[in-house]
């Protein structure tokens, strides 16, 4: 999906102004990837009209494919609020979040790190000029090509949570500097991950052995209490867990010197205070004192984009059918859906109400509706004659599922 990017005026992080205007020109240089709209906006400008300024533009021509505005400033802003807070921890973003090359320079110019999952994601980052050294490749089971490349380009912070993963490491990247990924609870997030990583308690202690009878270097602890988590005292039992691992790693001769909280920060409007609250602080004073010279890292990434950006969708047809008792029903068919950016609908539980861009003279009558998607599946669904509508704070994981339907545009 095309984008249109909007900045506003400067966004203070971490005491220093970052205006990202300066950006503007080097963004467009020869063969960046940056879209083709780069918009500022003045006094009294907004998102919304430029939305509605683009949506005529559109509706003017030929060409109606749907598109997204990003808010740049929005972006910047994310980064200084999760830096407020937590003044310990440092941010390395989840490229699997969204990996669009807009959001890799904005945050790349911002200084944050970087998490990343394969090595296409490794390309991205380190095409950008970012220091291997803030890059930590955080996936516990990589393919061996991967960690092959990840020696052969100076990516050393690896994360891994078996026998299996050590035993790749020290053969295609002994110099790795290693962390090891321990179970946490996640049972109250949205998108729970343990079933499929992290290390017992029980289990740390061999694991800890084994990559020292390997030679391996075991540097720190990290975790991940899942997606948009619910409970924040799911950190803070999780940060006491990586206390008793780190001793254990002391004990076998590692010299331990990073955590890694993972993510699963909520990023939804009004998950500030929340984020603000999760107790991280208090945890790390407690298990992670400041004179122990641990290195904190964090790996945000819904939190950083939920409120961002906003998809503007055409409304390409539909009919009515008769439903149960003979009662009216309208299908929607949208030129954008499930195999596109709304993928991530089929797993997220939150709903959200599409806004019609259309006015009407007088108050219209409501039928119930279905919003299709435009390809052939049944279920490419999302719960007008051509009007638009745009949903606004997408969720954050928007490009985790392959897409080979054909539709004119697929980048988000």
């Not at 321990?182 to 997030?189: R, T, V």
């Not at 904190?296 to 990434?301: H, K, M």
Request: glycine share 8%; with cysteine.
């Amino acid at each position: 999906m095309p984008g249109v990017c909007l900045e506003e005026a400067s966004a203070e992080v971490s005491g220093t102004s970052t205006h990202l205007g300066s950006l503007k020109e080097s963004l467009r240089s020869p063969g960046s990837p940056w879209p083709a709209e780069l918009i500022a906006l003045g006094p009294g400008g907004s998102a919304r009209q430029e939305v509605l300024r683009k949506i005529q533009e559109l509706s003017d021509s030929v060409h109606r494919d749907p598109f997204m505005v990003a808010d740049l400033d929005m972006l910047a802003s994310r980064h200084a609020t999760s830096r407020r807070p937590l003044p310990r921890v440092w941010p390395f973003y989840a490229v699997k979040c969204c990996s669009s090359p807009w959001v890799l320079r904005v945050l790349a110019a911002l200084g944050t790190g970087f998490d990343c999952a394969s090595q296409v994601e490794l390309e991205q980052v380190l095409s950008l000029g970012v220091a291997p050294s803030r890059i930590i490749f955080a996936n516990p089971c990589k393919a061996s090509a991967h960690i092959q490349y990840a020696a052969h380009r100076g990516v050393k912070l690896l994360t891994f949570d078996s026998e299996e993963e050590l035993t790749k490491v020290a053969k295609h990247h002994p110099e790795a500097r290693l962390v090891l990924r321990i179970l946490a609870e996640d049972s109250k997030s949205r998108f729970p991950l343990n079933t499929k990583f992290g290390a017992s308690l029980e289990a740390c202690g061999h694991l800890l052995l084994r990559a020292r009878d390997l030679g391996l270097a075991v540097v720190g602890v990290s975790f991940h209490v899942g997606s948009d988590c619910q409970t924040p005292q799911s950190f803070a039992q999780a940060i006491a867990d990586c206390r008793r691992v780190f001793e254990m790693g002391l004990g076998a001769g590692h010299h331990m010197s990073l955590l890694d909280l993972g993510g699963g920060f909520p990023g939804a409007e009004g998950s500030e205070p929340v984020f603000e609250e999760v107790v991280i602080n208090a945890a790390l004073a407690q298990d992670f004192p400041e004179d122990t010279d641990v290195e904190v890292i964090a790996e945000p990434g819904r939190f950083y984009m939920a409120p961002v950006c906003t998809a503007s969708v055409n409304i390409i047809g539909k009919k009515a059918v008769l439903g149960p008792g003979g009662h009216r029903k309208l299908l929607y068919y949208l030129n954008e859906g499930q195999y596109g950016s709304f993928r991530i609908f089929l797993r997220e539980p939150t709903p959200r109400t599409p806004i019609v861009v259309k006015e009407f003279l007088s108050e219209p009558r409501l039928f119930p509706c279905t919003l299709y998607g435009p390809t052939c599946d049944a279920f490419d669904r999302l719960s007008l004659e051509e009007v638009w509508l745009h949903l606004q704070r997408l969720p954050a994981r928007q490009r985790l599922l392959s897409n080979t339907w054909p539709l004119s545009t697929v980048e988000s």
